[in-house]
């Protein structure tokens, strides 16, 4: 999966959980998940049970601690892929 | 100057009508919102009929959004569509989740009897016994919390005052409401959102099937099912849903110049302790008829202005010791008693929702003028029938209708008693 593909799956996840999905109009892969898209910060561990399923693989707990933009997970999740 | 409680909004789910014109129209009509579960057989319940309010995923898709819709179990869903309503009834919009300011004048007081149960057993239990608690995701604990209905109230309207939730079994919805009225009257609160809420699960009933106290012999006739104060009373039908009263300050609710239904006249809640005939499950009738009395004198009326009652008429073996104690609690004989109904014929026990939902139905027969029927009853139990002539079976025209009280009797020994006056210039 390239890394666009993952990109716009990253973002549709994220969908369900901003409360103004304009914001998620002008993403990119510095935009950062709490600050930026206004995230409630406990929501985190529902985005990456969705990204396990979404993606096919597994994420502890280390991991999701470094993803803090999209880019982060994006990394993470063809990190994993590879 | 004595500060008075008066209600300017309310809001109501209910098994036979959401929202104020369905609620009144139903109850006017006697229509009653009890139907068979299927589930309940499936289960092997013995009890297998249910009041569960209609529709009511379709009803939250209208009020929430997705987001928020993740973490509304049935017992907070009906919570917060009935605070919202009660909210905007009472002439306020609902704020932007982006809008910063809090209103620091008000508060809720949101109550239920089991509360959670729903997610308890279908997600938590399972979940965890299967050892994938790291996938449970972030919206358990507000959804199982005790106070998960008044937070979440709390955060739809940005309400900065108290922020609670009571429970105090099927005493919870009138303990609410006293509680509200209290915080307002000491002049801790301008406004208080008041009521409660109880989901439709198996597993909230299942306890109360096994104790044999819900109806088991009615199955085939659902509507019949709820038969407060008959000699063929077989048990309370549960039910479930949610309703909420908005409070406010005489003066505040004045100077907005919005409507007032009723005033909150008085109130009181106690315990008979466990002693005199009062156990875990059966009230000490001393403790109720001092809840009667003291709510009563908290009103500064005398038991004569009292027009109606509302009882708590469950339609279990107490609906008879109940009408005797507010006869003995009000000094008033068959002769010159008030009418007196039950709403739960209509839609069942809602437990910890029940008190509010039908304190909803209280201030809507005092708007509207009327004491609305109470069903299943024709056969009156001999110890009820010297009440006869003020035990409506179809709606009966009050317009001169002014003071209603309104009992609960909880698990516990607890009891609660309201007294609401039409609200006249």
Redo the contacts between chains.
């Keep these: 999966m390239s890394v666009e593909q993952i990109t716009q799956k990253v973002i549709d996840i994220l969908r369900g959980y901003v409360k103004d999905s304009a914001l998620l109009e002008k993403a990119t892969q510095e935009t950062h998940i709490l600050k930026d898209l206004k995230v409630n910060s406990a929501r985190l561990v529902d985005i990456i049970i969705k990204c396990e399923d979404v993606f096919g693989t597994s994420i502890d707990d280390d991991e999701a601690d470094r993803i803090a933009t999209i880019g982060d997970a994006v990394l993470l999740i063809q990190q994993k892929a590879a | 100057m004595k500060r008075r409680a008066v209600v300017t909004g309310m809001g109501v789910v209910a098994p036979n009508g959401h929202g104020l014109d369905r609620f009144a129209e139903a109850l006017r009509a006697g229509r009653s919102g009890i139907r068979h579960i299927p589930e309940l057989a499936q289960l092997n319940f013995a009890c297998q009929v249910g009041g569960i309010p209609e529709g009511f995923d379709a009803i939250r898709q209208r009020y929430f959004d ?2 928020k819709l993740l973490s509304l179990n049935d017992n907070i869903g009906y919570a917060s569509v009935a605070a919202v309503d009660a909210w905007t009834d009472a002439g306020f919009a609902v704020p932007e ?2 809008d910063d300011r809090v209103d620091w004048e008000t508060g809720v007081i949101a109550g239920s009897g089991i509360g959670g149960m729903d997610t308890i057993a279908r997600t938590v239990v399972p979940m965890v016994n299967e050892g994938k608690v790291r ?1 449970m ?3 358990i604990v507000e959804q199982v919390m005790n106070s998960g209905t008044s937070a979440r109230i709390a955060g739809l309207l940005a309400l900065g005052n108290q922020v609670t939730s009571n429970s105090s079994a099927c005493s919870t919805g009138n303990e609410a409401v006293i509680e509200a009225a209290a915080r307002i009257r000491l002049g801790l609160a301008t406004r208080m959102l008041a009521g409660g809420s109880e989901g439709a699960s198996p597993y909230i009933w299942a306890g109360f099937d096994a104790m044999r106290v819900i109806c088991r012999k009615f199955n085939d006739r659902p509507e019949e099912a709820s038969r407060p104060m008959s000699a063929s009373a077989a048990g309370f039908v549960p039910g479930a849903g949610g309703a909420f009263l908005l409070l406010e300050e005489l003066e505040s609710a004045l100077t907005r110049g919005v409507r007032i239904y009723a005033e909150v006249l008085g109130g009181m809640v106690n315990c008979g302790g466990h002693r005199m005939g009062g156990t875990i499950t059966a009230p000490n009738p001393e403790g109720v008829m001092r809840c009667v009395r003291g709510a009563v004198a908290d009103a500064g009326i005398s038991p004569r202005e009292i027009d109606a009652i509302n009882g708590h008429l469950t339609a279990t073996y107490a609906d008879p010791v109940e009408v005797k104690n507010w006869s003995a609690a009000l000094g008033r004989g068959p002769k010159d008693f008030p009418w007196i109904n039950s709403t739960k014929s209509m839609i069942g026990h809602c437990l910890g929702a029940a008190g509010a939902i039908e304190c909803v139905a209280v201030v809507l027969q005092l708007r509207g003028g009327f004491v609305h029927p109470s069903l299943n009853c024709g056969d009156l139990h001999p110890e009820i029938a010297p009440y006869e002539g003020k035990i409506p079976h179809s709606a009966v025209a009050c317009p001169d209708l002014k003071v209603v009280a309104k009992a609960g009797f909880g698990f516990g020994d607890v009891n609660s008693c309201l007294i609401f006056r039409k609200w006249e210039q």
Aim: glycine share 12%; aromatic share 0%.
């Design positions: 997705h987001e989740a982006e996938r995701g972030s919206r």
